[in-house]
């Protein structure tokens, strides 16, 4: 059984960063695509970027080209997502999602980011 | 980047009755497109992926249809539990983007 555990919800200052974890269990890792999806309070979900660990390949949206970094740890079968320069519009849940090819077929249960001075 | 229309917005239906869904978007998406179900503070859910392929575990009373820029989401007899919002999703053309959603309410 597949599962996405992401991490907890976090409070950030204007201008900082936030790094928000997703941990995977059952299937194969490696070869998986692993995207980032977030979604504002009231609005529809919003594609961020994504990764496929075996290749260790990127492809992110522009809107947030130098903002974002996603990685990949395999021995820890964990992805990351990176968020810097944060501001009030990035207050959102954010979910982490895992499928081949970039279908988006199991989800994490989200992360809350509060962006507040 | 690719925009996907959803019509309606809003849907309203009762229980049993066959729900159509729209999903237009501004270029071709090929077969590239997914609808999502997506209840009040949970994570959207996968229903149909690559237009008209059920997700596993999806009834069959949900299926998809249409390519390049048309799609549709159809719910041959609307249960109870199928109130919510759904999402269209294209994985065609970078970045790839998420329609604005219909909200399936009962009637």
């Known amino acids: 059984q597949v599962q996405l555990v992401q991490s907890g919800a976090e409070v950030k200052k204007p201008g900082s960063s936030v790094k928000v974890s997703c941990k995977t269990s059952g299937g194969t890792f490696r070869t998986y695509a692993i995207s980032w999806v977030r979604q504002a309070p009231g609005q529809g979900p919003e594609w961020m970027g994504g990764?496929?660990?075996?290749?260790?390949?990127?492809n992110y949206a522009e809107k947030f080209q130098g903002r974002l970094t996603i990685t990949a740890d395999e021995s820890t079968t964990t992805a990351y997502m990176e968020l810097s320069s944060l501001r009030s519009e990035d207050t959102a849940l954010y979910f982490c999602a895992r499928g081949l090819g970039g279908t988006l077929v199991d989800w994490g249960q989200g992360t809350l980011v509060t962006v507040s001075s | 980047e690719t925009v996907l229309t959803q019509s309606p917005a809003t849907l309203s239906l009762s229980p049993g009755e066959r729900a159509t869904l729209s999903c237009r978007a501004s270029q071709s998406v090929s077969s590239y497109l997914a609808w999502f179900q997506q209840k009040p503070g949970q994570a959207p859910r996968l229903l149909i992926y690559?237009?008209?392929n059920r997700a596993t575990g999806i009834p069959a009373r949900f299926s998809g249809s249409g390519s390049g820029t048309d799609f549709t989401l159809t719910i041959s007899s609307v249960e109870p539990e199928d109130f919510a919002v759904y999402y269209c999703h294209q994985r065609s053309n970078g970045p790839y983007t998420f329609g604005q959603g219909t909200k399936l309410e009962i009637k």
């Open positions: 690559d237009a008209s």
């Open positions: 990764i496929i660990p075996v290749f260790g390949s990127t």
